[in-house]
């Protein structure tokens, strides 16, 4: 009786986790399962592969006349362009070769690779974002935002700069809120050089006011001045801004809005920390001027 | 008369259910959930 | 020795221990990616001491979640948390220790290392310098030592506790250069501490939970009065001693069967010759004559 009661107990307790469990698997799916699905993307791309070559290979023979007439050099463009497509018109060109069954039945392998060419070209795109996100991306992804006092924010921000180091931080996180100040002497420091700092706070994304409130203050009380800017969280800027785990972490990015050296984590009040952010800038200073 | 340990029992199990729904009221859960899912460099040592 | 008899939770307590531990770091392929698991579990906190920076976890640390409650400007206590130990401690008490809490479990399995075991009887004292962790390291510093904003430091979770560093810091940082590159003292300093507490694991059983862990002492100031107890039948007990003599907590559980040090592992189940010690789970002391009232 007491055992029962004890193992009951105990199932409830492993229900409960296993609850928790199932619970990151509905909302945080994209996040954690971004790389498992990138992989499954990848397979259906190889399977899809795998299916050209065998319709290539079905008619072993006739194609391989096409490729013979094929012209060697083939160019970037054609490269490009769906691969369906340049076998069509290889075909086309190779025409009198061939009979006229011959001629359909290229053609129609010819219209089948060209439709897993297009699936194949659907999946790309969200494999790159999904490993670009992954490798916390060498490049600020697009965006458009606004100041914390309202004023709208673009990605035109780098060009206008020389540099730009970013700043990702919370309200919530004391080594963030403890180098404001210091945050806000490099952006003075640093204005001379072309260079500017501006702070992303991850909580005022999707302009939560709440968020935004305390942000404000925090600033304010660490006599911050710099601008902090945001965005819709469900954009890629804000995927990529909360992709960052570790705060505070301070990038640096280049006038076209590539990451220079290697992000820094931890706070620039420590003195190591600021001389490996200082090496970015140099970095990125260097780069500049030899454009 | 002192109370007893079942007594004792029940009023804590009581006092933890109201603490903890008073601690979610006030917002408190937000605060845990913020610092948990970021890594803090300072706990794990890190810095 | 009649073994039949013996209750299945003692029976299977590694295996319940290795369970426990799973589920609290359910979130296994964030290891290999070297992400935190974002998800609402971190909402609520795990019964053991489970680092909420382990890319695995699946919920919060008790421990450092009421730290960074108390250390937010916006709250001075954390009724939340306090709630859910309370919780957590009236039901189970130290059955947390002993079954559930993932750092507990490692120190067991250091401890199967072999090696010249010692007793730590003599040590009984150093027991309440958890408290002092409980009250100066989790509560009062965190709370006092605050910046002009009002926020504290998790003080216990920075300077002190060892499973953030096994957790947290060696497995982030072996995937992630940045963590890596920002590895520094406070990281020498914790990675001490943990190497003491691994090499002491395996001459003495448990020191971390003896003598520092400030879960474990909020577990064991509710102990007393927790719903999952030992019961010793007096009609059975032959007092023979076999009991005090397996009990590696040091607690003789025939003078007090509800010992704040008790984790409730069961050896001195397995060792007693008559069955005379038995796992009880309801209100009240005496549950064998509980009547239908409950």
């Known amino acids: 009786m007491k055992l029962n009661r004890v193992t009951a107990l105990f199932l409830g307790l492993v229900l409960a986790f296993s609850l928790a469990a199932c619970g990151q698997g509905a909302s945080s799916a994209s996040a954690s399962s971004s790389a498992s699905s990138a992989a499954a993307e990848a397979k259906t791309e190889e399977q899809l592969l795998a299916e050209e070559n065998e319709i290539l290979s079905a008619n072993d023979a006739l194609w391989e006349k096409v490729f013979s007439s094929m012209d060697k050099n083939v160019t970037e463009t054609t490269l490009s362009t769906n691969y369906g497509d340049f076998l069509l018109s290889a075909v086309e060109k190779a025409k009198d070769q061939f009979s006229d069954e011959e001629y359909k039945t290229l053609t129609t392998d010819a219209e089948k690779i060209r439709a897993i060419e297009e699936q194949i070209a659907a999946l790309a795109p969200a494999e790159d974002a999904a490993s670009g996100a992954a490798a916390q991306g060498t490049a600020f992804p697009q965006f458009e935002g606004s100041d914390l006092e309202g004023n709208p924010v673009d990605n035109s921000l780098f060009a206008g700069n020389a540099f730009t180091v970013v700043n990702f931080w919370f309200n919530g996180c004391k080594p963030c809120v403890e180098e404001l100040d210091d945050l806000n002497a490099l952006n003075e420091k640093i204005k001379a050089q072309g260079g500017e700092v501006v702070g992303i706070n991850t909580e005022t994304l999707d302009s939560n006011q709440q968020g935004i409130d305390a942000a404000k203050k925090l600033l304010a009380a660490k006599g911050a001045s710099y601008r902090n800017i945001y965005f819709a969280s469900g954009s890629e800027a804000g995927k990529f801004a909360l992709n960052i785990m570790a705060f505070p972490t301070t990038y640096v990015f280049d006038r076209d809005g590539n990451v220079v050296g290697q992000p820094l984590l931890g706070g620039i009040d420590k003195e190591e920390n600021l001389a490996a952010l200082q090496k970015n800038i140099d970095a990125a200073l260097a780069k500049d001027s030899a454009k | ?47 | 020795m009649d073994k039949k008899k013996l209750n299945p939770l003692a029976r299977f307590r590694g295996f319940i221990q290795a369970g426990a531990t799973l589920l609290t770091n359910l979130h296994l392929p964030n290891f290999a990616k070297g992400t935190l698991y974002q998800g609402s579990g971190k909402y609520v906190c795990v019964p053991g001491l489970n680092c909420y920076s382990c890319p695995g976890a699946a919920g919060a640390c008790p421990v450092g979640a009421f730290q960074a409650v108390i250390g937010s400007s916006k709250f001075r206590f954390s009724y939340y948390i306090t709630g859910i130990l309370i919780l957590f401690g009236v039901l189970l008490g130290r059955f947390i220790c002993g079954f559930l809490c993932p750092f507990g479990w490692f120190q067991e399995l250091l401890h199967k290392i072999p090696s010249p075991k010692l007793s730590t009887k003599k040590l009984k004292p150093l027991r309440y310098l958890k408290y002092a962790v409980l009250l100066v390291m989790v509560v009062l510093l965190p709370l006092l030592a605050v910046n002009e904003l009002g926020m504290g430091d998790p003080f216990f979770c920075k300077y002190l506790c060892p499973q953030g560093v096994l957790e947290g810091a060696i497995p982030l940082s072996l995937t992630n250069a940045g963590i890596r590159a920002a590895l520094g003292k406070l990281f020498t300093w914790k990675a001490c501490i943990l190497l003491a507490v691994i090499v002491g694991s395996v001459v003495f059983y448990r020191p971390f939970c003896k003598w520092l862990c400030p879960l474990g002492a909020f577990y064991a100031l509710l102990n007393k009065v927790s719903l999952f107890q030992m019961r010793v039948d007096t009609h059975k007990c032959v007092s023979c001693g076999a009991c005090a003599k397996a009990c590696k907590m040091d607690v003789d559980i025939t003078k007090t069967p509800n010992h704040a040090e008790c984790i409730r592992c069961g050896m001195c189940m397995k060792a007693c010759p008559t069955d005379a010690i038995q796992y009880k789970f309801g209100l009240g002391d005496k549950s064998n004559t509980e009547t239908t009232k409950e």
Request: charged content about 15%; glycine content about 10%.
């Open chain 2, 1 to 47: 008369m002192f109370m007893t340990k079942k007594q004792a029992q029940l009023l804590l199990l009581a006092a933890g259910v109201l603490m903890l729904l008073f601690g979610v009221w006030r917002g408190e859960a937000d605060t845990v959930f913020s610092k948990a899912i970021r890594l803090c460099m300072e706990c794990v040592g890190i810095g």
